[in-house]
């Protein structure tokens, strides 16, 4: 096992996947940045529940490549990342349908 993953990403990647399932529960939304600061008025224009499946849907994307450090090669780590990047972005983007 240790020739499959290393121990400090094994845990990060276990960190990364306990808040990226919390937050696409809905729970732990304090996690995303800015969100945790707004008013309870201001929360009202924004889907927390649809903002948190997003980062924790990236989050997830994310634990899976710390995981996997070891055998993908960084290329292709790299294009995971920037495509998951592009794709929560558009994702987000489209889901607020110009309510923000």
């Known amino acids: 096992m240790s020739n499959f993953v290393n121990p400090f990403m094994g845990l990060l990647s276990l ?6 399932i919390q937050l696409i529960r809905g729970k732990w939304l304090f996690l995303i940045a800015g969100y945790n600061t707004m008013t309870e008025n201001e ?6 529940d ?8 990236y989050l997830l994307v994310v634990s ?3 995981l996997f450090s070891k055998v ?17 972005l558009l994702l ?7 309510k923000v």
Not at 15 to 20: A, K, T, V, Y
Not at 43 to 48: A, E, L, P, S, T
Not at 50 to 57: A, C, D, R
């Open 64 to 66: 899976l490549v710390c």
């Open 15 to 20: 960190i990364l996947n306990i808040s990226g």
């Open 72 to 88: 993908l090669p960084l290329n292709f780590q790299l294009i995971i990342i920037v495509i998951s990047t592009i794709f929560i």
């Open 50 to 57: 649809t903002l948190g499946k997003l980062v924790g849907s």
């Open 43 to 48: 929360k009202k224009h924004y889907n927390g």
């Open 92 to 98: 987000s983007t489209i889901s607020t349908k110009g």
